[in-house]
Nanobody
Framework: QVQLAESGGGLVQAGGSLRVSCGAS????????FAWYRQSPGKQRELVAD???????NYADSVKGRFTISRDKANNTVALQMDSLKPEDTAVYYC?????????????WGQGTQVTVSS
C-alpha cells in the first residue's frame, strides 16, 4: 500500500520561504511522476508543480520562478522549495504520486500540509 507523508508546512510572512517535503513508501517509485497540488477554501485543487522520472519539471504559471520541485530517488522523497511567498499561496499542499500499473494511471495522495502566508 502506498503511503505519502508530507511535512514542513507552517506560517510565514509574505516574501519569506518554506520547504515542504513528502516521503513515499510502499513501492518503488523510480518510474513514477510526483507532483504537488494545493487547495484553498472554496477553490478547486490545482497543480502547483510536477516532476517526472527523468527529472523534467513543470510549474503552474503562478509559481514559476518562485517555487522549485525536486526529488531524491534513493530516498523516495520529493520536496517543494517555496520562495518569495505571497498571501495567495496560502493553501493546503498535497503530495501526489502517479504510477502506471498495467497501463492504467493510479494516483495516491498524502494527507496535506497547511501553508499560511501572512501579509
Amino acid at each position: 500500500q502506498v503511503q505519502l507523508a508530507e511535512s514542513g508546512g507552517g506560517l510565514v510572512q509574505a516574501g519569506g520561504s518554506l520547504r515542504v517535503s513528502c516521503g513515499a513508501s510502499g513501492r518503488t517509485f523510480d518510474n513514477s511522476a510526483f507532483a504537488w497540488y494545493r487547495q484553498s477554501p472554496g477553490k478547486q485543487r490545482e497543480l502547483v508543480a510536477d516532476i517526472d522520472s527523468g527529472g523534467n519539471t513543470n510549474y503552474a504559471d503562478s509559481v514559476k520562478g518562485r517555487f522549485t520541485i525536486s526529488r531524491d530517488k534513493a530516498n523516495n522523497t520529493v520536496a517543494l522549495q517555496m520562495d518569495s511567498l505571497k498571501p495567495e499561496d496560502t493553501a493546503v499542499y498535497y503530495c501526489n504520486v502517479r504510477e502506471i500499473l498495467f497501463g492504467i494511471p493510479l494516483d495516491s495522495w498524502g494527507q496535506g500540509t497547511q501553508v499560511t502566508v501572512s501579509s
